[in-house]
């Protein structure tokens, strides 16, 4: 195995820590996954292993039909789920699901995430959608990869570049982005943004943004005219 | 006393203290016990004593009738309640109490739990469900041992191993496991998703989670088709 | 100054520490105080000085009437109330203020609180009651020590050694105890209580405890016949 | 660079810190400057960097026009909105601006936040206004210096030294005071007093403080006839 993947390794490992640092995660819940196109794997972590327990080398590596290819431990029960994520969006980098509570909680109620301000506007480029329910036949056989397939079929009209986030109904949120680490930070905003929603439920309709200044914001940050942070070039 | 106690009480003691770590209990408030079966000796928290001052020599011994056999203190006054649910549900080997705010408040709204999202579904096989509220008969005399009775009537038709939990109506949580580590467990993950039904019941009506999706992920984590983990044999 | 009140200074300081370290009180926000009444005086936190910079000489000692007859420092604002206490309801040995969230949104909702559980009744017996609104010349002179002249009213029909805390109306929790620690662990159990309300208002109308519970509760733990914590014979 | 502005760069950049350790803000939203009104100079965080890699060299140094004078980073993409507020308030001598959540929450359902209680009244004379929506044209050029715009118009009646904060409908909080760390207070203040808004509208209609006590709490802090805290004679 090249230094490459063992990178690769260490950066899921990180990342999936992230998770339970920044409080997304409890218990065994939740994973963090990343490409590698040029060789065609896969990293993952491993299935129902306690966070304390995980080291860099407990991450699993399959190729992207889920064949293990390296790892002594059985991958991520939703594995299914990110491959066909990877397959489907192809400048997705890596993939994170949690169970975060406030993303959850819309995904229980089977809503999007509508766009209520420029919190969300900076990250998201209007509502993060909810899937529609899994059918009893989906849920039966392959119910890992159906639950990806529903996902894919959710950003029929959608460009996963600038939504890079779902609700999967009555489950909760999967992200993703150009790296693991940015799938991460993409859960992290979403949690933030979803909370914000809930507390702006109490004070009555949820009234999205106005378009113009959703596209002003969104703009501000991402695409060929974007004025945030410090200079690439 | 054999080694075997010993460890017991150790790991009873630790379990008291893991309620307190992840947030569950505060002041001298919550309970863990264990049940050694084979002796028919029960491990259980002293009452009232603050938490900072516990050690595992703290930990109260009693038989199956709740006569002291060994421990300087008064076991915890919920003792009663401990003894009824391993009396009644033979699988059970650890008991934990505790008053929980999420799962208190459904308690207090004298409001089963249901089951919103898969995930409530990868713990517990349905709702967790409330007793009713208790006589005052029932109050008056043998008031902790009549609480317990109140579970077990509420368990009339539902499996306690499927749903290792309970909310006793006007007071609080109640669950078990296999080991007092596992009723711990419970009672964080039946918090947890407490919290996410709170949060869900911002959006509109609390809407169970379609039966078969229910099945499926109960059936990914626990009895003989589980897939979720690393393999045990 | 005899070691007796060098003590309690202590106390008092070490008292409203913990109302930081518990996360009730932000900025300068709440003080505590303690009445040694056999010197016929009152140790109070000074107004307005950073919790960072407090230390046991800072606090002010005054006699009942407020005259400051040691420290150099202009004690808490709200003295006059913590006065009209100690003077009104002899057995409290100790008073509490703070703004802590879910007992002041009662407070601003002009709401009392009522009991809806046992976590409530182990502690207070009955709601905590809100005051009426102080009218405009009330307000407009001795404002502080009318504040306390409207808690006393309010518990014209009450037992403050049952119910030792209010919440005054369009402002926030006062508690208090035997002493000072017992009244900072009321308003400990206050919050606690007010959160657990907050989220049970969530799931419907808010229905009292049973009165045949509460009274089971709350004498479970206080008076002659308490059997909760060990004996203290 | 004089000594003096060496100090303000510290300053600007310990306040910035001390939003994320307050909780304020999380990734590289958020922003504090602070005004040397006697160089006409204005120091402010740089755009999108981390706060773990900020230190007090890289914050930027600008003039009252925004023309950075010192410093090799790009200043907040917020700077025309911060110059705007000094330009228009005489008297501030720092701005702050968040996403905190509770106060954001208010901000995207466009409403102000009432004056409910004496925390509030303590802090803020009256409630914090709620900026119109801005126009298409508004957002699309000079979006930024817009905002400060709509700000200014928001105070045409109100004093903004007695209120020292605004909600941009859709966006979020910006708070000012005579220094940055003061601007900073005011931000931790508006989201606890948000917060406890939140928590009051769970239980009910939101009823404004009467006007009697609103002024005898602020008076007690600010003004001539102040009596809280500790004497500056």
New interface residues.
């Given amino acids: 195995m090249g230094n490459g993947l063992q990178d690769l390794r260490e950066r899921v490992f990180r990342a999936n820590l992230d998770l339970v640092a920044k409080g997304l995660v409890?218990?065994?819940?939740g994973n963090v996954s990343a490409v590698d196109r040029a060789r065609g794997l896969v990293v993952i972590k491993?299935?129902?292993?306690p966070y304390d327990r995980l080291e860099s080398g407990s991450m699993v590596v399959t190729d992207l039909d889920g064949t293990v290819v390296e790892g002594d431990?059985?991958p991520s029960?939703d594995l299914a789920t990110h491959l066909e994520i990877y397959r489907c969006f192809p400048r997705a980098g890596g993939v994170a699901h949690t169970?975060s509570?406030?993303a959850?909680?819309?995904?229980?109620?089977?809503?999007e995430l509508p766009c209520?301000?420029?919190?969300h506007a900076d990250h998201f480029h209007g509502s993060v959608p909810v899937t529609r329910?899994?059918t009893?036949a989906e849920?039966?056989a392959d119910?890992e990869r159906n639950t990806g397939r529903v996902i894919i079929e959710t950003f029929r009209d959608l460009d996963p570049a600038e939504v890079p986030a779902v609700l999967v109904a009555?489950?909760?949120p999967f992200t993703w982005g150009d790296t693991c680490e940015a799938a991460v930070?993409n859960s992290?905003?979403l949690e933030?943004v979803a909370?914000?929603?809930?507390?702006?439920?109490?004070?009555?309709a949820l009234?999205p943004?106005?378009s113009?200044?959703l596209e002003?914001h969104f703009r501000?940050k991402h695409g060929p005219r974007a004025?945030?942070?410090?200079?690439r070039t």
Same sequence: chains 1, 2, 3, 4.
Avoid: C, K, N
């Avoid at 409890?26 to 819940?29: L, N, Q, S, V, Y």
């Fill in positions: 409890i218990e065994t819940w491993p299935s129902g292993v431990l059985q029960s169970h509570p406030a959850t909680a819309f995904a229980q109620a089977r809503a209520l301000g420029t919190t329910e899994m009893p849920t039966a119910y009555s489950h909760g930070r992290i905003v933030t909370r914000m929603a809930l507390d702006t439920a109490r004070l009555g009234e943004i106005p113009h200044l002003r501000r004025y945030y942070g410090q200079s």
